[in-house]
């Protein structure tokens, strides 16, 4: 059991410095030793914001460093399973923005250089943190809601691609586009408030329509404007849809970053044989039920807590202990799982069996 440890952030772009870095300066057991960026201004512009730590452009130099017990790995997605393994077989713990991957092998090779070395690997899929989603998690437990037989999760915007033609879109770097960066989320979700059950078969289709004509494509706002590059690549799903068999519930999905359809959707229904719930993603949710004879609907109030910080401290946590927490990476292959199906049966138009 440690008291504090030091911890490096590799990536000091938007997810590293809006939560990964505020959650380990809000901790009084971690202490920042190294900024790391390929792009040395941002490493630079970290060190004279916080006070703190050294500068580095290239992670490689502080792997040897005896005095590092962990690190927040915040890249793109195609440096998650390099940068990860590499600090693991170096004896880091190791925090991994979601997803875990591009696809399941890398992730499968993440998992077994944890559990080879010992090391935590845990996955950036934050909603396991947030007070909602706990709630939701403890009513069906309870069984509030009966079997749970049904999932539905909706992640549908109306034309918001992050970033056309940059690191988001361009499939080589992301390993796709809505599935595995929005949907990764949400199937993760489902995952954990239903107890991990394993996927059995997937059907999918992801469709890449609206943003393949880059220079035509129309939109009102898109984050992550700041990476656009209209000559880039853009070769990932803008939609998807699947049908997923598990030993729990089934669960059904449809997303899109972009749709002709202007009205939005981002909530996931459970739906029991006794109760219902609707989990607004991100905020609250309501309770649908039926007691004496009258139906009742009840929309719960709580404290609403900051789910990247909280899942950072308990990062700093399990690391002091040397525990594994919930996210797992042994949790989050399960999601890799169901996305790479997804995939493969889209592009085979067929369903696709889970061993
Ligand atoms: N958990 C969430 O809700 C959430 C939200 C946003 C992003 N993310 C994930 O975080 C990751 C980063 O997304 P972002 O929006 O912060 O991207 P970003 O482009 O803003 O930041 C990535 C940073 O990594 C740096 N980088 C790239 N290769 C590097 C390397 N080899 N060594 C060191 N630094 C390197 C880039 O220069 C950049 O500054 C993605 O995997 C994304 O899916 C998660």
Redesign the pocket.
Known sequence: MKDRIKVAV???????CG?HIPAYMASDKADIKYF????PE?ADACVKKYGCGTAVY??KQILDDPELDAVSV????D??SV?SIDFMRHGKDVLC???AARILSEALEMESVSYETGRILSI?V?NRYSNAVNHIKKLIDDGVLGEVFHVYASFRAYRSIPGLGG?FTNKAVSGGGALI?WGV?YLDLVEYVCGDPKPLTVSGEAFSKLGVDMKNYVYTRMW?ED?KDLSGVYDVDDSVTGLIRTTGPVITFNGAWAQNIGEEGTFIDFMGDKGGIRHDYLGGFTLYTVKDGMLCTTKPDFVKNDL?RDEVLDFVECVCKGERNRNDIKNAVLTSKIMQAVYDSSETHSEVRIH
Not at 10 to 15: F, L, Q, S, T, Y
């Open positions: 590799i990536g000091c772009g938007n997810i590293g939560a790391c960026d390929i792009i941002k290239d992670y915040c890249t793109h997605n440096m998650h940068i923005e979601k997803p950036g934050c690191d960066d989320h992550s990476t990247h």
